[in-house]
Antibody, heavy 113, light 107 residues
Framework: EVQLQQSGPEVGRPGSSVKISCKAS????????MNWVKQSPGQGLEWIGW????????DYAEKFKKKATLTADTSSNTAYIQLSSLTSEDTATYFC??????WGPGTMVTVSS | DIQMTQSPSSLPASLGDRVTITCRAS??????LRWFQQKPGKSPRLMIY???NLAAGVPSRFSGSRSGSDYSLTINSLESEDMAIYYC?????????FGSGTKLEIK
């Protein structure tokens, strides 16, 4: 059974960084790209970017190129997203999604001083 | 970037109704169109892929169709469990782009 287990809610201070994890199981981690999607409170879905875990190659939506960094650890079958220089605009739920077909449960990030 | 114009934004409907949600693509996306259902506090669930193919475990009252650059999700005989927000997604090219969502609610 495919599972994507995401880390728990985060609270970050303005200007700081947070790193969210997405642990995959039930399939070969390197066979699928992992996408990340942002959903601000009460809003729609925004694609952040993808990472190919096998090669470490990445691609980002323009607005997230200076905000998000995607990495993957094939030894633990875990993908990560780091969000830097946090502002209130980063308060949102972040989803990992295997091939944008199977989604993790989401991780809520709250930016607050 | 490819724009996905989704309509309506809100759709009041009664149980047993047939409803249709539409997304229009600003450029050719072929059949690289998916539909997702999202319930409050949950992650999106894939309903339709390849514009017309039912995802595993999705009830047969759901269907997808395409007419040119217009893509539609139809639900026949609406049930209470179908009340949710529906999004389309184009994955023909990056950046991937979603429609703005349609909130399906009981009239």
């Amino acid at each position: 059974e495919v599972q994507l287990q995401q880390s728990g809610p985060e609270v970050g201070r303005p200007g700081s960084s947070v790193k969210i994890s997405c642990k995959a199981s039930g399939y070969t981690f390197t066979d699928y790209v992992m996408n990340w999607v942002k959903q601000s409170p009460g809003q729609g879905l925004e694609w952040i970017g993808w990472i190919d875990p096998e090669y470490g190659s990445t691609d980002y939506a323009e607005k997230f190129k200076k905000k998000a960094t995607l990495t993957a650890d094939t030894s633990s079958n875990t993908a990560y997203i780091q969000l830097s220089s946090l502002t209130s605009e980063d308060t949102a739920t972040y989803f990992c999604a295997r091939d944008v077909g199977f989604w993790g449960p989401g991780t809520m990030v709250t930016v607050s001083s | 970037d490819i724009q996905m114009t989704q309509s309506p934004s809100s759709l009041p409907a009664s149980l047993g109704d047939r409803v249709t949600i539409t997304c229009r693509a600003s450029q050719d996306i072929g059949n690289y169109l998916r539909w997702f259902q999202q319930k409050p506090g949950k992650s999106p669930r894939l309903m339709i892929y390849g514009a017309t193919n039912l995802a595993a475990g999705v009830p047969s009252r759901f269907s997808g169709s395409r007419s040119g650059s217009d893509y539609s999700l139809t639900i026949n005989s609406l049930e209470s469990e179908d009340m949710a927000i529906y999004y389309c997604l184009q994955h023909n090219e990056y950046p991937l782009t979603f429609g703005s969502g349609t909130k399906l609610e009981i009239k």
